[in-house]
């Protein structure tokens, strides 16, 4: 099994839809936890921290559960500039390594 | 620019050949990192430094990847007799801490093998 497990999609959506990403993790002894956004040949960039109690930025959402080993990313009003990949990414405690699921690719369209 | 700096952009190689890799990390951080990204895959953890030292490898880094951070600053990889499946893109972080604090990446170097 791979330590964090993300639907690769392609996620083709129109803009305004709202969008959701899961991913899973093995780990339990995990951390911390990131989405991060990779545009195509660019690197990964880290769009934002998830924290237990879930997180907001814009018209992003982020929520952990950590009981079910479960990560999610939620876009609302979704924009043309959001198509790309997104990475969820994982800290084992007492290491200091990020594991990267292979990312979920999200298109909007006109 | 005070980001991650990485040296070249591209490279092509014949197989075979040797190749070296340079890393300027983001300056006040003392972690460094290196993975490697292949098509329709996440970045791979390889090794990373803490100052100077070294302090993980992964198996997927075989003898004939070589790692350095020789003054804990900028970091160099180096891949001896480069063989088509090392084609892939390397990408280097930083952090100022450990993983909590996640990582800022370089735009990586793109190798080819042919």
């Known amino acids: 099994r791979k330590e964090v497990e993300q639907d690769p999609g392609p996620f083709n959506v129109p803009e305004g839809a709202t969008v959701a990403f899961n991913c899973t993790y093995s780990n339990s002894a995990s951390q911390s936890f990131f989405w991060y956004r990779q545009d195509c040949r660019k690197e990964p960039k880290l769009l934002m921290s998830v924290y237990s109690s879930g997180n907001e930025d814009g018209r992003f959402t982020a929520q952990l559960n950590r009981a079910s080993q479960y990560i999610s990313l939620l876009i609302r009003d979704s924009k043309l500039s959001d198509s790309a990949t997104y990475l969820c990414?994982?800290?084992?405690?007492?290491?200091?390594?990020?594991?990267f699921g292979t990312g979920t690719r999200l298109q909007v369209f006109p | 620019d005070t980001g991650v700096s990485q040296d070249p952009r591209h490279k092509i190689t014949k197989r075979g050949q040797n190749v070296t890799f340079r890393c300027d990390p983001i300056?006040?951080?003392?972690?460094l990192y290196w993975y490697r990204q292949t098509l329709g895959q996440g970045p791979e953890f390889l090794t990373y430094f803490q100052n100077e030292a070294q302090l993980e490898k992964s198996r997927l880094l075989s003898d004939r990847f070589s790692a350095e951070r020789p003054k804990g600053s900028f970091s160099t990889l180096e891949i001896q007799r480069t063989e088509q499946g090392d084609s892939a893109m390397y990408l280097c972080?930083?952090?100022?801490?450990?993983?909590?604090?996640?990582?800022?990446f370089g735009s990586g170097t793109r190798l080819t093998v042919v």
């Open positions: 972080a930083s952090s100022p801490g450990g993983g909590n604090y996640g990582y800022t």
């Open positions: 990414v994982v800290n084992v405690f007492n290491t200091d390594k990020l594991i």
């Open positions: 300056s006040e951080h003392n972690r």
